[in-house]
């Protein structure tokens, strides 16, 4: 399992792979130790226990969705569409805008699952950390006041 550690002073993604977790991350941008606590589940890959950051044992699930790489097709098929519909060739403008758009949902449809810890929104990568439950707003509201008032941000 591949863990992105988010530093709990200036909120860095810091790669970590799980099986060969050291006790103590450095976080490259602010120079923070951040304790690494990893359980054998989540070592060996078996289970999505306890988040190794924050020892928080609640996280959802979403699609592992890079927003502006979407984006880039779109806008792209928009820009290759505007000049077909600039020399009035209507119908291959709106193809190639359908064609994007489609290319768009493939891409979408192709993303694996990631489980994210409610707390530090830690997020966590591979086959046993598909299994979290969709994101819940009041759930989220809850832990994450009580990590950050844990960590001293409030
Ligand atoms: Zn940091
Ligand atoms: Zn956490």
Redesign the pocket.
């Known amino acids: 399992m591949d863990i992105v550690a988010k530093c709990p002073q200036c909120d860095a993604g810091l790669p970590v792979s799980a099986a060969d977790a050291p006790d103590v991350i450095k976080c490259g941008a602010c120079g923070r130790d951040i304790p690494l606590a990893v359980t054998q589940a989540v070592r060996s890959g078996t289970r999505l226990d306890v988040?190794p950051?924050?020892?928080?044992a609640d996280f959802y699930g979403r699609k592992d969705f890079d927003p502006k790489m979407g984006l880039t097709v779109v806008i792209i098929g928009i820009a290759i569409s505007a000049v077909f519909y600039w020399f009035k060739r209507d119908l291959i403008a709106y193809s190639i805008l359908a064609a994007a758009t489609l290319v768009d949902l493939f891409i979408y449809g192709r993303l694996k699952d990631l489980s994210v810890?409610y707390?530090?929104?830690?997020e966590f990568r591979g086959p046993e950390a598909r299994t979290s439950p969709a994101f819940d707003l009041h759930t989220a509201d809850v832990l994450e006041m009580e990590?950050e008032r844990k960590i001293g941000r409030r």
Do not use: L
């Open positions: 988040c950051v924050c020892g928080g810890c707390r530090c929104h830690t990590y």
